[in-house]
């Protein structure tokens, strides 16, 4: 799959997005090794501190189903002016999925004219997961 048709999915899943208070829409996209591809949008909450990132929503629908390592890539797309990244705590959920297989998957950050691509690492230095307990 192209990074391209990642971001369509992310972007494809951010219209399906419940924030009636922030009107900032966010649409992700995992994709893992086996080609499968997993999307989420963030859903918010009245309470605002029960709101769902899109990452979040991604990955908790990917374990649900199963998946349990394999993640090579994500896309995460938002309304604003620059390209947007996970917030700290989907950087966290995002690793703990990643950390079970072993990968380092790319993050795709898109903005409406730009994409900029890193690493999962890069967003998470010396990240805490399912080794750091052992």
Known sequence: MSD???IAAARGAAANSYSPYSNF????ALLFADGSVVTGTNIEN????LALCA????????MADGARGGLV????????????TPCGRCRQVLNELAQLGGTDPAILCVGP?????????AL???AFGPASLV
Do not use: N, Q
């Open 46 to 49: 009245a309470s605002y501190g």
């Open 113 to 121: 004219d730009e994409v900029r691509r890193t690493t999962l690492a």
């Open 55 to 62: 990452e979040t929503v991604a990955v908790s629908k990917a």
């Open 73 to 84: 890539a994500v896309a995460v797309t938002g309304p604003g002016e620059m390209p947007i």
């Open 4 to 6: 391209d048709d990642l």
């Open 124 to 126: 998470l230095p010396e």
């Open 25 to 28: 829409a966010v649409g992700a």
